[in-house]
């Protein structure tokens, strides 16, 4: 079973810019979907991005149009880019994968902290 590991996460200032890394134990070639999340502290974990097998994404509203997420297939890397961040991003981000028969993977996550 592949086994993820974020890294990247730290203190930022407000309006600067963080990447988050997934290092995969394995293949993210066959995976179906490859996502990202967040849990701010007393909230619930919410969604952050998605990138389909196809190369397609998605965002929630409240990152759309400052965060991208990526992949590197070659090194089995998913990335969260973080641009003009606000403390209402501060969360522990969690990496997620689902693979093709619908297994559900998550990573140990990484705290990033929004200084204003």
């Known amino acids: 079973q592949v086994q993820l590991v974020e890294s990247g996460g730290g203190l930022v200032q407000t309006g600067g810019s963080l990447r988050l890394s997934c290092a995969a134990s394995?293949?993210?070639?066959?995976?179906?979907?490859m996502g990202w999340y967040r849990q701010a502290p007393g909230k619930q974990r919410e969604w952050v991005a998605t990138?389909?097998?196809?190369?397609?994404?998605d965002y929630a509203d409240s990152v759309k149009g400052r965060f991208a997420i990526s992949k590197d297939t070659a090194t089995n890397t998913l990335y969260l880019h973080m641009y003009r961040v606000t403390p209402e991003d501060t969360a522990a981000y969690y990496c997620?994968?689902?693979?093709?028969?619908?297994?559900?993977?998550w990573g140990q996550g990484t705290q990033v902290t929004v200084s204003s």
């Open positions: 997620e994968v689902v693979t093709l028969t619908g297994l559900i993977i």
């Open positions: 394995g293949s993210l070639f066959g995976m179906k979907t």
């Open positions: 990138l389909t097998r196809s190369g397609g994404t």
